[in-house]
């Protein structure tokens, strides 16, 4: 087979060598790569049409395993504006302990999630791939519009991790005890500064109250309540 990869943040350009490249080779199909990212994939259709080729595969991450079949509804949904909902199902299913879940779920609708969890749900999130293409496959309408458009930055992911990291295991659990000193302590074992650690506990008491809306389902005005309230890492939607 002769495939054609073509990157899908790249638009209408990829429509032209598409065409180009099937005149001269006689391509068999197509690969659609960066899926992940924010692009909707509209360019598929238009590829389909001027090369009369089938839309074989598409690359949703820069891992060997980041690599799945086409699939044409899915892709709709993007192109729409719903989100690709079944791709996300399908990675977190793939990725997340359920017995895990269950018992964050529990946490959260009981008042009990700690910095270890914040922590440890960070880990599980990051093994779904980046987290502006997660963000993507939600559908934008109602309270999650907009989400898409969310920019996150990965370094400060990092650093919330390293500062948790820096604590005790009793201070993971109980963030009511970290003081003034024990701040300073943690803002110097993690290399960070102690307006770092501060940062860090506000989204902590942001994100408690954010993953207790999604757990007991009350969705209604949840995309008003985060605009200017998600945490630095996600910029252009947060204050």
Known sequence: ???????????????????????????????????????????????????????????????????????????????LGMGDVLSLIEKVEQNIDQKQAEEMQRKLIDNEFTLEDFRNQIRQLRKLGPLEGLLGMMPQIGPMKGLKDVKVDEGEIDRIVAIIDSMTRKER???????????RRIAKGSGTSVEDVNNLLRQYAQARKMMKSFSTGNFMGLGKRLKGKLPPMFGGFGG
């Open 1 to 79: 087979e002769i495939l054609f990869v073509a990157d899908a943040m790249t638009g209408q350009d990829a429509v032209k060598s598409a065409g180009e490249f099937h005149h001269r080779l006689g391509i068999t199909g197509i690969i659609l790569t960066k899926m992940d990212g924010d692009a909707r994939g509209g360019a598929a259709l238009s590829i389909r049409t001027v090369t009369q080729q089938p839309l074989k595969f598409v690359g949703t991450g820069e891992k060997f395993d980041a690599f799945e079949l086409f699939h044409p509804d899915r892709v709709a949904s993007r192109i």
């Open 173 to 183: 659990h109980n963030h009511m005890i970290i003081n003034g000193a024990r701040r």
